[in-house]
C-alpha cells in the first residue's frame, strides 16, 4: 500500500518519528481495535485512535446520547441526544479521519457475545464504568490472549493498567474479587470532573498505539494511578499472580460466568 | 573525487517541510542498509534540515550539494533499519 497524498499530509507528525515512520503508520492503518463503551473513556480512546489512523475501531455500546453525558462525552454534541452513542461516535470519528471505519454494536457485553465479538480485533480497550463488564472483559481477553488497556475513573483519580496475558498481569491478579455492589460508589453516585476521562482516555490511546508499533514500555505489571486534585502520577507494580483464578498456573475459572450476579446495573 | 554509487533517487523540488522530510523518510525506509539515497530539492531551508533530520535519525550524511541556482542535492546511506 502506498499512501496518497492526503495521508501524507494527515500522517506526517507521525512518520517523522523515528519510532514510527512509513511502516509504523501502515501497522496503525492495519490495526483491527475494539472499544467497550462509547462514554466518558471510549470518547476520548476512540477519538484519539481515530486521528492516529487506525484503520477498524470496532465500539459496543446499548446507551443514547444523554444531555449528563456531555460534559465529558467528547465524541457526542447537543445535537445528537437520544440517537445511539455509537452511531454519534462513528459519525464523529469517520468525520475525522475518512480512513477509519467504525463498526458500532448497539448491544450490552455479555459473557454469551463478548468472544465472538472481540476475536477478530488485535486488542481490546477496556472503558466501562462497572465491575462486572471490567471482570467479565478481563477473563475474556484472558481466555483468548488478547492484549487488554483498562481504564477507569471516579472523582478527581484515575487508573490504567495494560494486560498482556501470558506475559504479565491481569486484573484478577490486581483485584481478586469483584468489590460487592454498593460498595464502590459508581460516576452517577460520585461525580467525576470531566476532564479526567480525556487524561485516561489519552493514555489508553497511547498504550494501544505503542502495542501497535511495538515500541516503547507498555504497562505490563504495573498499575498508573492519576490523582488530578494532587497532580500527581504513581506506578503501582503488580506481579503476575500464579493462583490467579483466571491466568494463573490452576485457573479455576476456564469458562464466562453471570457476572451481574448480585449487581444492579444503572 | 570519487564517485558515490547511488541507489535510489527522488525529487522532491517543490515540497516545503515537513513533506519534504515525510517523502526522503519514506525513501530511505524503502532502500537497504548500507545502500544511498540521493534527495533532489529546491526549499533551502531543508538543504539544512534534512541532513540534521537524518543524522538524528541515525543515517549518514554523505554529501550536501548546490547544483544550480535553485537546487540542492543531499546524499544519504542508510545506517539502519
Ligand atoms: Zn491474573
Redesign the interface.
Known amino acids: 500500500m502506498e ?1 496518497t497524498d492526503d495521508q ?2 494527515r500522517y ?2 507521525h ?2 518519528l ?1 519510532e514510527v ?3 509504523g503508520q501502515k501497522k496503525i492503518l492495519n490495526a483491527k481495535v475494539f472499544i467497550i463503551g462509547a462514554g466518558g473513556l471510549g470518547c476520548p480512546v476512540g477519538y484519539y485512535l481515530a486521528a492516529a489512523g487506525v484503520g477498524t475501531i470496532g465500539m459496543i455500546d446499548n446507551d443514547t446520547v444523554e444531555l449528563s453525558n456531555l460534559q465529558r462525552q467528547i465524541a457526542h454534541n447537543t445535537k445528537r441526544l437520544g440517537v445511539h452513542k455509537v452511531d454519534s461516535a462513528k459519525e464523529t470519528f469517520e468525520a475525522l479521519n475518512p480512513d477509519v471505519n467504525v463498526v458500532g454494536i448497539k448491544d450490552r457485553i455479555s459473557k454469551d457475545n463478548i468472544l465472538d465479538l472481540i476475536k477478530d480485533y488485535d486488542i481490546v480497550v477496556d472503558g466501562s464504568d462497572n465491575f462486572p463488564t471490567r471482570y467479565l472483559v478481563n477473563d475474556a481477553c484472558v481466555m483468548l490472549k488478547k492484549p487488554l488497556v483498562s481504564g477507569a475513573i471516579l472523582k478527581f483519580e484515575g487508573q490504567v493498567t495494560t494486560i498482556l496475558p501470558g506475559e504479565g498481569h491481569c486484573y484478577r491478579c490486581l483485584f481478586e474479587e469483584m468489590p460487592p455492589a454498593g460498595l464502590v460508589p459508581s460516576c452517577q453516585e460520585a461525580g467525576v470532573l470531566g476532564a479526567i476521562t480525556g487524561v485516561v482516555g489519552a493514555l489508553q490511546a497511547t498504550e494501544v498505539l505503542k502495542l501497535i508499533l511495538g515500541k516503547g514500555d507498555v504497562l505490563k505489571n504495573t498499575l498508573l494511578i492519576y490523582d488530578a486534585l494532587k497532580v500527581n502520577f504513581r506506578r503501582v507494580k503488580v506481579p503476575k499472580n500464579n493462583d490467579c483464578a483466571v491466568c494463573g498456573l490452576n485457573p479455576s475459572i476456564t469458562e464466562l460466568q453471570d457476572y451481574d450476579a448480585g449487581y444492579c446495573r444503572i | 573525487m570519487e564517485d558515490i554509487k547511488i541507489d535510489k533517487r527522488i525529487n522532491i523540488k517543490g515540497l516545503i517541510c515537513p513533506y519534504t522530510f515525510v517523502k526522503s523518510k519514506l525513501a530511505i525506509e524503502d532502500i537497504e542498509v548500507g545502500e544511498t539515497l540521493e534527495i533532489l530539492l529546491d526549499y533551502e531551508e531543508a538543504s539544512r534540515s534534512i541532513p540534521k533530520s537524518m543524522e538524528d535519525h541515525g543515517h549518514k550524511i554523505l554529501k550536501v550539494e548546490k547544483i544550480n541556482d535553485t537546487d540542492w542535492t543531499i546524499t544519504v546511506r542508510k545506517e539502519k533499519e
Open positions: 499512501f501524507l499530509q506526517s507528525r512518520i517523522i523515528p515512520g512509513g511502516k
